[in-house]
């Protein structure tokens, strides 16, 4: 006998939902979490406590590698490690996906809906509405004075904010968000899904790091079937436990190094579809921009993303998103990743008289449109590597960005502008769905093509990069899963 029907590894947005609604109807379901697990009474606004705690550490890309070791752009990217994922530590923006996103998606990979026809954005409309129905999502409009600010110089310029979507209730009365919320406002996955999920009977197994999902010959058309997975537990003990299948969502960083860890690749021959695995990484490259002005702003007190402008978000619009206003929240982040006008980054006496003006500061992130290029890999000796080449595109991308959100600022008098590093919390597409096995991993049912009750549901089934913060379409993509699942998979 099986230990459960499901084993459902990441308890992030795609994690944490599929635990809930596979549990609501009797099923048995594991919830396997490398991270620990903390309520909000456990949260609090010390930084480098929470970034230990709720963060996998930041992991840069090595493009220098692919650049002959010349020195070229990199990315930091970070992403949740903690019950509830990247959605307990992220700033609950919750915007849908442009249509024409995933309109391209069945170009990308011949993705297809449940009735065998090119996927669209009505497809994901109900299970948009009903996320955000049951996560409450609003109107951000409480600004602090450092959107206002900033909002006052794109008004003057012709290019008004609008308030954001957000996974947050009134209740939220500061800026905490990157070390989560304090204040149970935040509606992420832990408070509206893995919670509930255990009072349906939900094992949740915290601190517990897959090692490997265990596979055997299948006895279907596909090479192998899986049937459990293997486990490291924070005492370093291993372990094995079975399911009638296995549903992979630690995201599009974590995913694939599970999959290539499993030698997914070796025990299917090498299958086009297997060599996909951790291919075309997109991450909505990211910066922010900061400005210092004259009055203080306290732009640390609330929401640090709670206005924006989407209207050059699509590529033929120009092709970046603007999201203010921010100064990373805490001190330590900030300085970790300044850079002064020129790119270079700021240290010494610079950095010092830079800081005396925190309070001043307001800022603009800015996340692009760019394109399904990079990779997540494992070398020989075991460790990660990730590659993410910076295009032409890119950097036309941050031009245009960085012009108009600086007529914004001098509009409304700055004095001084800075930059963040390259960033981003974005990952989307490593294990992308479709029904071209030359360009996806998992087929339009969400199932691995070369691998039978082996499935995904995570960001990294994206087929290419959306124009939004994804964690609501993510959501959705794992709505669509389990409704899947409960109609069509082991009844």
Same mark, same amino acid.
């Given at each position: @006998? ?6 459902? &590894? ?64 990199? @990315?930091?990217?970070? /992403? ?12 609950? &923006? ?20 449940? *009735? ?5 954005? *009505? ?5 948009? +509405? ?64 893995? !919670? ?21 010959? *299948? ?26 299948? &296995? ?16 030698? !997914? ?17 997109? &991450? ?21 993303? *709670? ?41 010494? +006496? ?20 760019? /394109? ?26 941050? +031009? ?8 914004? /600022? ?37 199932? /691995? ?43």
């Amino acid at each position: @006998m099986n230990d459960y029907d499901y084993i459902i &590894v990441g308890s992030g947005a795609g994690g944490g939902l599929l635990a809930y609604r596979l549990s609501g109807t009797g099923k048995r379901v594991a919830l396997i979490e490398a991270g620990s697990f903390y309520g909000p009474d456990s949260f609090n606004r010390f930084e480098l406590q929470a970034v230990r705690k709720l963060w996998w550490p930041s992991t840069w890309t090595s493009n220098h590698e692919r650049n002959n070791n010349e020195p070229t752009e990199e @990315m930091m990217l970070g /992403m949740g490690r903690c019950v509830g994922g990247s959605t307990t530590i992220f700033t609950a &923006v919750a915007h849908r996906a442009f249509p024409e996103n995933i309109d391209n998606w069945h170009n990308e990979t011949g993705m297809l809906n449940f *009735s065998n026809e090119p996927i669209s954005y *009505s497809d994901l409309d109900q299970s948009y +509405r009903r996320i955000e129905t049951e996560t409450k999502i609003r109107k951000y409009t409480e600004w602090d004075r450092g959107t206002e600010k900033i909002a006052e110089g794109f008004k003057r310029i012709g290019h008004p904010l609008s308030p954001v979507d957000a996974f947050v209730t009134p209740a939220c009365n500061q800026n905490a968000c990157l070390f989560g919320c304090p204040t149970n406002a935040k509606t992420g996955s832990l408070v509206t899904y893995i !919670i509930p999920a255990i009072y349906n009977g939900v094992d949740l197994y915290p601190d517990t790091f897959v090692t490997e999902v265990m596979t055997r010959k *299948s006895s279907t058309d596909k090479p192998l079937e899986a049937y459990g997975i293997k486990y490291r537990d924070k005492e370093g003990n291993t372990g094995t436990m079975s399911g009638k299948a &296995v549903i992979l969502s630690a995201g599009a960083l974590q995913t694939p190094q599970i999959l290539l860890r499993s030698g !997914i690749r070796e025990k299917t021959g090498y299958t086009k579809s297997s060599m996909q695995i951790g291919q075309n990484l997109g &991450v909505n490259i990211g910066s922010v921009m900061y400005g210092v002005f004259d009055e203080d702003l306290y732009n640390w007190i609330l929401h640090p993303l *709670s206005a924006n402008i989407s209207e050059f978000a699509l590529e033929k619009n120009g092709g970046f998103l603007l999201e203010a206003s921010t100064v990373f929240e805490a001190p330590i982040g900030f300085t970790d990743t300044l850079l002064d006008a020129d790119g270079n980054p700021v240290w010494g +006496r610079e950095l010092k008289r830079i800081t005396k003006d925190y309070r001043k500061m307001a800022g603009v992130f800015i996340n692009t449109h760019d /394109m399904n290029n990079g990779s997540v890999e494992i070398d020989d000796s075991g460790k990660t590597k990730l590659y993410k080449k910076f295009t032409q595109n890119d950097r036309e991308h941050f +031009r245009k960005a960085r012009d108009l959100v600086y007529e914004a /600022m001098q509009s409304v008098g700055v004095r001084e502008v800075m930059h963040s590093v390259y960033l981003s919390h974005h990952v989307q597409g490593t294990c992308r769905i479709g029904e071209n096995k030359e360009k996806s991993v998992v087929d339009s049912n969400y199932e /691995m093509h070369d691998v039978s009750n082996l499935f995904v549901g995570d960001g990294s089934l994206i087929p290419s990069v959306i124009d939004a913060n994804p964690s609501l379409t993510i959501y959705a993509l794992a709505d669509r899963l389990s409704n899947h699942l409960i109609q069509n998979i082991q009844k």
